[in-house]
């Protein structure tokens, strides 16, 4: 009995050690045909269409089609602007959005939604005046909140 005692308390205290680190994906498709999705954060280009996981928190990253029109930014086109990272309080978890504030412009049609959390929401931004885009720096109202831990971005452009 001791040794069934034993065992369980050093897998109870392996299990407790364990700790789940926190992981985000975005996923890219193009309909459009044309175009590579790319994925930047902080001056890096994490993807260019491939599936991209972080290990972590992804802060601050940017995401658009480049169709050959556009700068490095995203200048030019249609941008989704997202920080993918685990809450720790009400409020500081994930948030995506579509930004049109110039220098970026309506490109493509261009469209985000969670999974793995949060599922259905996002937005779709289908021409130069859609609502679901920021056109000024005041439209917060069109940022798309999750509160979940791990959550996944799947972005979708020519839908």
Known sequence: MQLSLATATVVLAALVGTVVAESHTV???NNCGFGTPTLIQGGNVLSTGGDHTSN???????AYLQTGSCGFNGEGCTLVETTLVNPTSSGSGSSTDISLISPHAFSVTS???????CDGAGADCTSGSCST????STDTGVQVACQVNNVNLAITFCD
């Open 133 to 136: 885009a920021f056109h000024v």
């Open 111 to 117: 469209g985000f939604g969670y999974y793995g959390g």
């Open 27 to 29: 996923h890219f498709t």
């Open 56 to 62: 972590g928190p992804l802060v601050a990253a940017i």
